[in-house]
């Protein structure tokens, strides 16, 4: 149910092409957390839509059904906010992100060791600007390279297959599948309850290594997911869903403050 390759921060190093030098088995660098900034940092899950008169009937549909049903709601959602925490053997991932149907994304990311960066796209181009500790991280201690860098946006990278994870991630319908769908074990039915202010069901769900995770399911009006949490084995934390269809207002950079991936690799090739 909560997929690993969202769990994974090597997985998303090696989606940024850090190489061995910022993934490697250097342990004392990696179990440092970067501090999130921007929205990451001030991710204070808010409520889910105002409920319907629809109601979740959870003592006759089985959890197959019910978890069926989470992921309708979610497919037709026309914009939402992921944001939480994952921690791991290599420090804590933090996420705040908002998306929408047309592609337009908007919040920040931050890597354990690595640093954070913000994410920008307005359907069409994708921008990325990382923090201090991201370019000294992925550019090089050269005083001259960090400063052409320095509060500068990435863009351009959408087209290296080495990027293609995380600007899907910016869609909405790849997002959703991508912290759902795992496919490698059948939930079970939790219990009722209530997960940031919203009335919910749970359900569980074991993988193959005996590691569970939790759904916790809107029973009133559409029945979005709430939250996805896991908190046994080595990637445990919890990923809030929030302000379904609300409108995601995005703004491209200014030109003067952006870089091309392109001249960013030669640059740091040439430092």
Aim: hydrophobic share 35%; with cysteine; proline share 5%.
């Amino acid at each position: 149910m909560l997929s690993k390759r969202l769990a994974s921060t090597a997985a998303i190093c090696l989606l940024l092409g850090a190489g061995t030098a910022a993934c490697g088995d250097n342990k004392a660098s990696d179990k440092a957390a970067a501090p999130a900034t921007g929205a990451a940092a001030a991710a204070t899950p808010t409520a889910a839509p105002t409920p319907t008169a629809a109601q979740l009937d959870t003592d006759k549909l089985s959890a197959q059904e019910i978890e069926k049903k989470a992921k309708d709601a979610l497919a037709s959602a026309t914009s939402l906010r992921i944001s939480g925490k994952m921690t791991s053997d290599d420090g804590v991932m933090t996420i705040d992100m908002v998306m929408d149907s047309k592609g337009q994304c908007r919040g920040t990311m931050a890597l354990p060791g690595m640093g954070s960066f913000e994410m920008i796209s307005d359907g069409t181009a994708y921008f990325m600007k990382p923090d201090a500790q991201f370019w000294k991280t992925f550019g090089g201690s050269n005083p001259a390279v960090l400063a052409k860098l320095e509060n500068r946006y990435l863009t351009g990278f959408q087209n290296d297959p080495k990027m293609k994870d995380m600007t899907d991630f910016c869609k909405l319908a790849d997002a959703s599948n991508q912290m759902l769908d795992d496919g490698s074990s059948t939930p079970s039915k939790g219990s009722a309850g209530t997960v940031n202010g919203v009335k919910t069901f749970s359900l569980k769900e074991k993988d193959d290594q005996g590691e569970e995770s939790t759904l916790h399911i809107a029973t009133e009006g559409k029945f979005y997911p709430v939250r996805l949490e896991k908190t046994t084995g080595k990637d445990q934390g919890q990923i809030n869903f929030t302000d379904f269809d609300k409108p995601v207002t995005v703004q491209a950079p200014p030109a003067s403050s952006v870089i091309d991936y392109t001249k960013f690799q030669d640059t740091v090739k040439s430092a």
